[in-house]
């Protein structure tokens, strides 16, 4: 008896009833994101290290060569987790969607007292796509976002990197396959507060260089031990950022909570019906 590809109302039902594979992190993709966080981590903390004597004491002068770095890490991290997954060229093309959305949503809340959506956003993204995918998300909503909003500085790569580590965090979280409803909300909007606490904590460490030489117990010290600049640092953060980081935390929270269910089930479905990994089903004609 020969068979068919399903269709209509079988394949209907179908979608209905079965769930969205995981994108998996193969080798290629483990070494991809693994390079690109090592870039990262050392550029975001190498003015921790450096001799006061070296002359080279804030993240200005460094921010074009790790721009120009990220931008072919960034395609290696979509080559490898396409190569490792078999996604196509729909699944780079919803990847160009949610960064345009990601990008939309980051102008209507502007920083302003933490009030920033695209945090939302990047967490259900990145839980859905998976971390690879996820990384690359999150970096281009925010170079695109800069392009949108003007906000082109020597902070955008830092920017592209933070936001990355948030959408893959969201990747790597478990029960990808198995944990739906409200228990994955709440792990998402544990999560999701979190992460937005962090997030502006690693970028304090691209703007806290520049108040080096300040007379202040907040200021960084060039050559002073770690500890000690450590300890500044937290207090910079403490007095400056979280005031910002904490709203941003409860609105990623508030949002994931209302909103998360019908969003991660939206994606979902995207991903099936753009056959995401998902091979041809046949059944008796």
């Keep these: 008896m020969s068979g068919r590809p399903v269709s209509g109302p079988h394949r209907a039902e179908r979608e209905r009833g079965g769930r969205t594979k995981a994108v998996r992190l193969g080798p290629r993709s483990v070494a991809a994101l693994a390079l690109v966080s090592a870039i990262g981590v050392v550029a975001f903390g190498w ?19 790790l721009f120009a770095a990220l931008l072919p890490l960034l395609l290696a991290v979509v080559v490898a987790t396409i190569a490792d997954t078999g996604l196509d060229a729909k699944a780079v093309a919803m990847l160009g969607v949610l960064a345009a959305a990601g990008a939309a949503l980051r102008p209507l809340g502007a920083g302003t007292a933490g009030i ?27 170079f695109a976002s800069a ?46 507060s979190v992460a937005s606490v962090a997030y502006g904590t690693v970028m304090n ?69 753009a056959a995401f990994e998902a091979p041809v089903a046949f059944e008796d004609g």
Excluded: K
């Design 205 to 273: 460490l691209q703007g806290w260089t520049l108040l080096q030489g300040m007379a202040s117990g907040i200021s960084y010290v060039p050559g002073d031990p770690l500890g000690d600049n450590l300890a500044r640092f937290v207090a910079y953060c403490l007095a400056t950022s979280l005031g910002w980081d904490l709203p941003r935390a409860v609105v990623t929270m508030v949002l994931t909570l209302t909103l998360g269910g019908p969003v991660l089930r939206a994606l979902r479905r995207a991903t099936r019906r």
């Design 116 to 142: 920033e959506p695209m945090f939302f956003l990047m967490v259900l993204s990145g839980r859905v796509l998976g971390p690879g995918f996820g990384f690359v998300l999150g970096s281009v909503s925010m």
């Design 47 to 65: 003015p921790l290290f450096a001799p006061g004597d070296s002359g080279i004491t804030t993240h200005a002068a460094d921010a074009p060569w």
């Design 147 to 192: 392009l949108l909003t003007g906000g082109v500085g020597p902070w955008m790569p830092f920017q592209m990197l933070a936001m990355g580590w948030v959408a893959m965090g969201a990747g790597l979280l478990p029960g990808t396959a198995r944990l739906r409803g409200r228990a994955e909300s709440l792990l998402l909007a544990g999560y999701g």
